[in-house]
Structures are given as structure tokens and as C-alpha cells.
């Protein structure tokens, strides 16, 4: 069982959707948890950094941990054509330097 | 402000010839630096890290290195490039620790090895 799945998509929804991005793990220990949203061709942009279960939200976006599942999610409102993009989730410990990342999932908003 | 500096933006390299890729920090000290790798349908994959001057970890054996000369450079070097070194070379940085998780990646390089 790999580490963190996440699934590749592509999904594809039309502007003003709600989207849900989702990741799960295998690895109990996991306690800080990222989204990454990557544009073709550049680098990833850190975009919510949650501690723990519970949720945090940003604007249009909202992350979701649920530790006793070992399953997190991000949720973007009002979904607009500039949120396509490939959307990372990544994980850690906390003591190792080293995050875990997910492989991705390719998001297309059609306006 | 942090910035994250990363050269070239685009390279062709042909087999056999040596490759250096150069990364640099402005606006924080100490930081924990990253160098990754990412191939289509193959995420992230980290290749080296450091936390400090000199100390580097290497995550997979290849035929690639890493060196830190000064506090908010890091380079990615190799000998001699093969036809699987080709893909998107990623620096990225941590506030220096562990308690901090966050990276925040530069731009990216993308090596093209003919």
C-alpha cells in the first residue's frame, strides 16, 4: 500500500462548481497536511497548511482533515477557469524535514 | 519577503555531458533546502535535502549530486547526464528545523538529456 493515493483524475467541471479534491494515507503518524496547486510547466504553490483533524478555510477554499479515517480533502467554491491546475496533497510527521506528496490530480474548470 | 531562485528555466543537454543546476534563497537564513525531481504521471520525487552548510541527504542513488556551499545555495550537479535524467528539477525550501513543514518551491528547470 503506497504511502498517500490520490487519485490522477483528470476532472473536469464547468465554472462555478464546487470541487472535491481528495487524498488518503496509510501512515498514522502524518500530522501536518498541505495542498498544492501546480500550473503546467511551473513549480507548486503552497495553498493550505492544516495541523491535525478539523477544517480551515480560505477564501473559496476549504481543507478537511478527518485523521480517523486518514483521509483529507480540499473543497473549492464558485470554481472559476484560473483554478485549472494540478492540485498536490503532501504530508508529514513533523521531525523528518521530508513531506510525502500525493501524485496529483489534473483539474479542468471550463468556463 | 522569501524568493527562491532557480537557473536555468530550460535546458538540452546531450548524454554524457555534465549538468549543474543552481538554486538560491533571499530573505531568510538557515533555511532547509530541497532539490526533487518530478516526471509525468510520476510526482514528486525528492533527491536530496539539507539543513546546513556542507550537510547533505542523499534520498536516491544515482548519478547525481548535491552540494550546499553557502547558507541559501544549492546545487544539483552530475558528471555525466543519462537519457533518465531527463524531467522537471524542483529546489525548494523550509524555515530551518523541524518543527516547520512547509516547502515552498521555485520555479523549476526543466532538462531535456538528448
Known amino acids: 500500500q503506497k504511502e498517500v493515493e490520490q487519485d490522477p483524475g483528470p476532472l473536469s467541471v464547468p465554472e462555478g462548481a464546487i470541487v472535491s479534491l481528495n487524498c488518503t494515507y496509510s501512515?498514522?503518524?502524518?500530522?501536518?497536511f498541505m495542498w498544492y496547486r501546480q500550473y503546467s510547466r511551473k513549480g507548486p504553490e503552497l495553498l493550505m497548511y492544516t495541523y491535525s483533524s478539523g477544517n480551515k478555510e480560505d477564501g473559496r477554499f476549504t481543507a478537511q482533515v478527518d485523521k480517523s479515517s486518514k483521509y483529507i480533502s480540499l473543497f473549492i467554491r464558485d470554481s472559476q477557469p484560473s483554478d485549472s491546475a494540478t492540485y498536490l496533497c503532501a504530508m508529514s510527521g513533523g521531525s523528518n524535514y521530508k513531506l510525502t506528496f500525493g501524485k496529483g490530480t489534473l483539474l479542468t474548470v471550463n468556463p | 519577503s522569501q524568493t527562491i531562485h532557480q537557473w536555468p528555466a530550460t535546458l538540452v543537454q546531450p548524454v554524457g555531458s555534465p549538468l549543474s543546476l543552481e538554486c538560491t534563497v533571499e530573505g531568510t537564513s538557515n533555511p532547509n533546502l530541497y532539490w526533487y525531481r518530478q516526471a509525468a504521471g510520476r510526482g514528486l520525487q525528492l533527491l536530496f535535502y539539507?539543513?546546513?552548510?556542507?550537510?547533505i541527504s542523499s534520498e536516491v542513488p544515482q548519478n547525481l549530486s548535491a552540494s550546499r556551499p553557502q547558507d541559501r545555495q544549492f546545487i544539483l550537479s552530475s558528471k555525466k547526464l543519462l537519457l533518465s535524467d531527463s524531467g522537471f528539477y524542483l529546489c525548494?525550501?523550509?524555515?530551518?528545523?523541524?518543527?516547520?513543514?512547509?516547502?515552498?518551491f521555485g520555479p523549476g528547470t526543466r532538462l531535456t538529456v538528448l
Open positions: 501512515n498514522s503518524a502524518f500530522q501536518y
Open positions: 539539507s539543513v546546513g552548510i556542507g550537510q
Open positions: 525548494a525550501w523550509s524555515r530551518g528545523g523541524s518543527s516547520y513543514n512547509e516547502q515552498f
